[in-house]
């Protein structure tokens, strides 16, 4: 299994990468066109710890850094078998891992966090447009949706091989669990907390949390 960490304003937070690596064979941090300066402190931190880094030449959004990511590495002669992904600004919890692992391993497809049994930590902008989304595509797909918007997944079998993941921005990750369900893809949620504190996170409550919710109620 290989975890990617798409990075958009600046390098993993500490601990991100080297808790991954407890419980993955190897990490991809996918730098999503990130500024020059900031791009010089990854590459030189990963020289120094050993980190594979996939350079888009310009930012292009969080959906198409994963999409890059996972056609990087289903390239291989020997692609994984699995693909964990996991946001580089420390909002999803690496010890929650092993649980996302036993998820698949029971024959689950895409693994989904679950932040919605901590709603009350949620900015309330997201939280609103989150609880609206998921509905919207649990009414639309007919199959219960838990926390459509959690960037924290691990993708196996048909939700890697059969089901693209879209190139765009955060949207792209409600589109392609709303592919998922409507495919039959074995979908399951683990519970993981929601972590809002002083972390960078590239996400625009209004103009992204609009594009989340038309993604669900997109054709």
Request: a positive charge.
């Amino acid at each position: 299994m290989t975890a990617v960490v798409p990075c958009h304003r600046e390098r993993p937070r500490p601990g991100v990468v080297e808790g991954l690596r407890r419980h993955v064979g190897e990490v991809l941090v996918v730098d999503d066109g990130m500024p020059p300066a900031a791009a010089g402190e990854l590459r030189a931190w990963a020289a120094r710890t050993g980190t594979q880094v996939l350079r888009l030449p310009r930012n292009a959004g969080k959906g198409t850094a994963v999409r890059a990511g996972i056609d990087h590495l289903l390239a291989r002669a020997r692609p994984p078998d699995a693909v964990l992904v996991v946001d580089g600004d420390g909002q999803h919890p690496v010890d929650a891992v092993p649980r996302f692992i036993a998820a698949a391993g029971a024959g689950v497809d895409l693994v989904v966090g679950d932040r919605f049994g901590d709603l009350r930590r949620m900015p309330v902008e997201r939280r609103l447009a989150n609880l609206a989304a998921s509905g919207l595509l649990g009414a639309l797909t007919g199959r219960p949706v838990r926390d459509c918007q959690c960037g924290m997944r691990l993708l196996a079998g048909a939700a890697l091989h059969d089901v693209e993941f879209p190139r765009g921005g955060f949207e792209a990750e409600t589109v392609h669990l709303k592919r998922c369900l409507r495919r039959g893809v074995r979908v399951g949620w683990v519970p993981i907390p929601a972590i809002y504190g002083d972390e960078r996170s590239a996400f625009r409550a209004v103009r992204d949390s609009v594009r989340v919710v038309g993604a669900s109620l997109r054709p």
